[in-house]
Structures are given as structure tokens and as C-alpha cells.
């Protein structure tokens, strides 16, 4: 299924579930999402990688709601961690998932390296030297070995918005490729470090797929170059990063895991790992909408805005990497179309969804959709302009549950101290 949100009856509905009906239960802004769908989308990659032992390691950060990675590891799924935070919605969620969880970021700190390597985590993705020195040292002290992967920096160029793209040595992720295999060779010999794999990730919203298959076949000669230095390796990483579909053009994901799944595979055919795959966006983002109420329309000289209930405090992608998102009226009107912006409450002009964008006439109260909002946008909601965060509903089918309570201004002064 490419896409969940769709009209029956001239009403949007999530899977078999009517939008209007859950705004009128859980009020809006309020985050829904398809468990069918995300689902469907595990599936797709677990049949596309099912010539080959492999671990669908999900990024938390796209969507770390807790019924989310109990889902996805009830399903098959480990996890691709960023924080200690993450480490512990994993445990939280899904504890036997733990190791099949790996770890990467740029500044883990001691207490999260120490509590991965209490957890058990499959692996470490280390991102410097001095890392992997401070990861020899904390193993040592605990007395816990650490299985680690260097995220190597393939210096591939990826078509992507620049915010998100990551493999180029002028980024901050990653080890030189070219100096990595020092660095092995040096860590092989520490007697609590275990040289386990090499992971790269080049980006994210990465349609075109050849890119990832470039950055592999520079892994796949380091990993040779081990092996002749006696270090075999028994995992490879190849990140997460691929891109879906924004627009209303036709998408089919099963081709598109295909096609990203040929290159992963083909890169890596001749050797004996097991893959590691970190998609995030993929499996969540199309799962889910933003819904929200419309409170207001303004003409200012000749622009009109419709300004909403959601502001970029609950879906900042728009604001923050000029994204592009549908949004449709939940209720379908054959009324006149005509360009409007779209804009939330938010005292700050980069506080908008859409610009210039065609949208039938609307009302107070008319509710919208705000589609693909399922990764990146709880996950990256704030509390600016003290915003309450929305609530989350999980759809199954004719069936919804909420896996998250609207916020309420005590919960945000809870921490303070007057
Ligand atoms: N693995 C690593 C090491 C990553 O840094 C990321 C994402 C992923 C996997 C998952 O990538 P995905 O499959 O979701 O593309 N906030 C931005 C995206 C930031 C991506 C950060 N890293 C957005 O809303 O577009």
C-alpha cells in the first residue's frame, strides 16, 4: 500500500478509521498513524533483503513512540540507537531487542556508553578515534567487551537537502575510509574491543539509489584490505536514508526497496555478513498525518493565509528544510481552489506548512491533513511559545488506540523551579 490516508465517503480516513471521528475524540493538533501500513513497509524490506541474513535495525529517532518500537520488534525488527535516551525507550519497549541494537552519534558520552554496554547492544557505531580510545576504556573498566563497527566517511555524494546528508568528508560523521584501516589494525589488538563491522550512512531523503551502492563497494575493499591483515569482520551497515515520495506523484515502494536493495545486495554479494539496514523514514513516514484545525483566515494585501491549530513546534520540517507536505481537507469539497499559505500559530514567519499552495476554500474549523508526517515530526516537536505537544493515535484497520496523551501545561512545569 502506497499510501493509508485516503477519501471513502468524500471523508479522509486512515485505513478504515475516519479522521473527523478521531479529531472529535482527541482534539487536534493530533498525530495518527496506520500500524497496517508501517507494517507493510518492515515487510517490504524484510522480503526485499530475504536472500541474505540481515537485521532491520530501525532509527528511533524518525518515531520513537514506545507502542512504535514495540511494534516494529514484535515484528522482527533491532534498532538503531543515537543517545541513552533512545537506549532506553528500546529497553522500555522492547527489552529483548536490545541486542539487536546498535549505537551511533558523533559525542556519546560515558554514562550512555556504559549503560549500552550493561544492555547487552549488538554493536557500537564509533565515529573518531578518541571514541573508540574512551570505548577501550569504559569496556575495560566494566569488563565487558565492546563489539564495535567504524562508521566510515565513503566521501560519496548523495542528492539531498544539505541539512541531511552526511557521507562527505566535510561533515562531521564518520571516520576518513582511508584512515580506518589503522584504526582497526590498532584496535585488534586491545583486548576488550572486538572488531565487529563497518557501517556507513550517506544521508537521508536519498531517492536516488546509486549513490549507497558507490559508498558499499569503498566499504566492501576496506573490509577486504582487513582480511588480509587478519581482522574478519561479521557485520556490514548500510545505514538507512532511502527517500519516499512528497508529492501527490505516483511512488511504489516495493519498487523502490527493490531498487535500493539491488545495489545494497549487489555491492556486497561477495561476502559472507550479515547486513545490518537502519531505515527510518522509510517504514514510518507515509504511516502517519499531522491533523489539524483550522482557526483562522486572513487576507494580508493580496495573500491569504490559513492559519491552523499545529504549528512548527509539532512538524518543523517545513520551517526547517523547506520540505514539502500535502495537506488535504479531511472533508472533500468540490469547492474553488486558490493559492494560500498555510501557517501555524507560532511567533516567527518561519512558522508555516505550505506557501503559495492551492487549497479549496476553507473555515474556522475545518480540519486538514498534513500528510508523511509519520517520521520527523513527533520526534522533532518542542514545546516554543509554551505549546503543549499533541496526542498520538495508532490505527488498526476499523480499530484506533492512543499511544500518547495530549500534554498539558503542568506537564511542562513539572521540571521547573519558581
Ligand atoms: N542511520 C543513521 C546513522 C542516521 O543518522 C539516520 C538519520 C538514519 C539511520 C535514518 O535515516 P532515514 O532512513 O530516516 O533517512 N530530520 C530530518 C532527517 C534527519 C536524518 C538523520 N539521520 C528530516 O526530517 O528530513
Known amino acids: 500500500t502506497a499510501r493509508p490516508f485516503a477519501y471513502r465517503n468524500r471523508a479522509l480516513s486512515c485505513d478504515q478509521t475516519s479522521l473527523a471521528t478521531l479529531a472529535a475524540t482527541h482534539g487536534t493538533p493530533l498525530y495518527v498513524y496506520s500500524q497496517q ?12 533483503f530475504a536472500s541474505r541474513p540481515h537485521t532491520i535495525c530501525y532509527a528511533v529517532k524518525a518515531n520513537s513512540a514506545l507502542a512504535i518500537l514495540k511494534l516494529l520488534a514484535q515484528n ?34 560515558i554514562p550512555e556508553i556504559d549503560a549500552a554496554l550493561k544492555a547487552g547492544i549488538l ?53 576518513d575510509i582511508n584512515a580506518a584501516r589503522a584504526i582497526y589494525r590498532k584496535a585488534a589488538k586491545s583486548k576488550y574491543l572486538i572488531p565487529t563491522g563497518v557501517s556507513v550512512h550517506i544521508g537521508s531523503q536519498i531517492r536516488a539509489v546509486d549513490p549507497f551502492g558507490a559508498a558499499l563497494d569503498r566499504v566492501t575493499s576496506l573490509i577486504q584490505q582487513l582480511k588480509k591483515d587478519g581482522i574478519t569482520l561479521t557485520h556490514i551497515d548500510a545505514g538507512g536514508g532511502l527517500g519516499i515520495e512528497y508529492t501527490d506523484a505516483p511512488f511504489d515502494p516495493a519498487a523502490a526497496v527493490a531498487a535500493y536493495a539491488k545495489q545494497v545486495l549487489e555491492a556486497t554479494d561477495h561476502l559472507d555478513l550479515h547486513l545490518l539496514l537502519e531505515p527510518g523514514r522509510f517504514l514510518v513516514a507515509q504511516a502517519g498525518a499531522l491533523l489539524t484545525t483550522v482557526v483562522n483566515v ?18 518543523i520540517r517545513p520551517a526547517l528544510y523547506q520540505a514539502h507536505h500535502q495537506i488535504l481537507p479531511v472533508r472533500q469539497t468540490s469547492a474553488k481552489s486558490s493559492p494560500v499559505d498555510i501557517v501555524g500559530p507560532v511567533c516567527e514567519s518561519g512558522d508555516f506548512f505550505a506557501r503559495d499552495r492551492d487549497l479549496p476554500a476553507t473555515k474556522p474549523g475545518d480540519l486538514l491533513a498534513i500528510l508523511d508526517a509519520g517520521a520527523y515530526g513527533m520526534s522533532l516537536t518542542s514545546n516554543y511559545n509554551t505549546r503543549t505537544r499533541p496526542p498520538e493515535v495508532l490505527v488498526d484497520g476499523a480499530e484506533s488506540r492512543l499511544i500518547r496523551r495530549r500534554e498539558t501545561i503542568k506537564d511542562l512545569f513539572a521540571p521547573e523551579l519558581p
Open 298 to 315: 486572513k487576507k494580508n494585501g493580496n495573500k491569504t493565509f490559513v492559519i491552523t491549530d499545529a504549528g512548527m513546534n509539532d512538524l
Open 123 to 175: 554493536l557500537f557505531n564509533v565515529e573518531s578515534e578518541s571514541e573508540l580510545a574512551l570505548l577501550a576504556d569504559r569496556a575495560e573498566l566494566l569488563k565487558i567487551p565492546a563489539r564495535f563497527s567504524l562508521r566510515v566517511n565513503p566521501d560519496v555524494f548523495a542528492e539531498t537537502h544539505p541539512y541531511i546528508s552526511t557521507g562527505l568528508s566535510a561533515h562531521k560523521f564518520g571516520i
Open 76 to 109: 522482527g525488527a533491532g534498532f538503531d540507537i543515537v543517545s541513552g535516551g533512545e537506549l532506553a525507550r528500546v529497553v522500555k519497549a522492547a527489552k529483548p531487542a536490545v541486542k539487536k541494537t546498535v549505537f551511533a552519534g558523533v559525542g556519546k558520552q
Open 37 to 48: 501500513h508501517i507494517l507493510g513497509r518492515l515487510a517490504l524490506f524484510q522480503q526485499a
